[in-house]
């Protein structure tokens, strides 16, 4: 297990490789003499030079994406926070080994390997309103899972999860980190009525109350409030940086996920890209929170890494018109 104890795992956040602006740069300047006005291609230079950084060379490659879906349960769910029972968690993880769910079919479509990473299925984590979600040796477990799931070979990294009732999770991270109460960041997840909404903006008040002595250290709001999906997403996050790999991050439960990470360190995100803003009510506002603004706004809610997974035929658009337009002096283009 990577991470020993949360000393361990804060000096690992604290401790974060740049990346390579060098390459970058030559990417940028690339970009600058393709057969277009400069800029005229939005984000998508942006998006190359992005890649460049995080992979350490000028012309990226992305021969090798992967698609992370982590699932989890959570103890929260037996105060009424979501339309569906905890047991489809486990359902739609065997959806996803046949093949048939969404994800599968956008990582098809997007030339993405798709791993699922279950983590205890079978034991939902603690009631926040009542105990932690987690200890930390169980927090610390999950967040090494995340971890050790990223190897260094990876072009691209896609995260998202499964959990009947995260949103609820997310959204009380949401206001640990953020302030502003558990109304301004709770949800219709799943599609709850009004009186599941006032359900799960109880529940996180409750948790922010019980929890209040633990909302200073970002890492004790994770393990506190969260879940193990969520803990392993942000394991997953750190490895990606520690292996200069760049994320694509999905909806409003896998940001929040990763929030933690950009509350101890100032440029913790710098290698993620939002892929989308989802439909679920705090995402939008906690992506301006990051400073993070979401390459696809689709109305999409479903997570599985779906969002991820779409938008990762945006960077390959981006990587395509880097790698293969031709400069003004190989078309023979006069500049302007």
């Avoid at 740049?18 to 600058?32: E, I």
């Avoid at 359900?199 to 008040?205: Q, S």
């Avoid at 696809?296 to 779409?310: H, I, P, Q, V």
Wanted: aromatic residues 4%.
């Amino acid at each position: 297990m990577p991470f020993k104890s949360l000393d361990e795992l804060r000096s690992a956040c604290l401790d974060l490789p740049n990346g390579d602006q060098s390459a970058a740069d030559a990417a940028l300047r690339r970009q600058d003499v393709l057969t277009k006005p400069q800029g005229s291609l939005g984000r998508l230079e942006s998006i190359a030079a992005w890649l460049a950084r995080w992979q350490g060379r000028e012309m990226p490659k992305l021969d090798k994406v992967k698609v992370f879906v982590f699932a989890g349960n959570h103890g929260v769910t037996a105060q009424g926070v979501s339309a569906y029972p905890a047991e489809v968690t486990v359902q739609m993880v065997a959806n996803f080994s046949g093949g048939g769910a969404a994800i599968n079919q956008l990582a098809r479509i997007a030339e993405a390997e798709l791993e699922v990473v279950p983590l205890g299925l079978d034991t939902p984590t603690g009631d926040f309103t009542s105990t932690a979600a987690m200890d930390d040796e169980a927090f610390l477990a999950a967040v090494s899972a995340g971890y050790d799931a990223v190897d260094a070979d990876i072009d691209l990294a896609c995260f998202g999860e499964m959990g009947i009732g995260n949103t609820t999770p997310a959204a009380a991270i949401s206001a640990a980190l953020f302030g502003g109460g558990g109304r301004k960041w709770v949800g219709r997840g799943t599609g709850v009525d009004d009186a599941g909404l006032d359900r799960k903006v109880t529940a996180i008040e409750a948790g922010l109350t019980l929890h209040a002595a633990s909302l200073t250290d970002p890492l004790k709001v994770a393990a506190a409030l969260g879940g193990r999906e969520l803990a392993a997403i942000l394991g997953a996050t750190l490895a990606a940086r520690h292996r200069n790999v760049p994320v694509l991050l999905d909806g409003f439960v896998c940001t929040a996920a990763a929030a933690p990470l950009a509350r101890l360190h100032p440029n913790g995100l710098a290698h993620t890209l939002a892929a989308h803003v989802s439909a679920e009510a705090g995402h939008r506002s906690l992506l301006e929170a990051l400073g993070l603004p979401p390459l696809l706004d689709l109305g999409m809610r479903l997570g599985e890494g779906s969002g991820a997974c779409l938008a990762v035929n945006v960077v390959r658009s981006a990587l395509e018109c880097h790698a293969r337009m031709a400069s003004f002096a190989e078309a023979g283009v006069s500049e302007k």
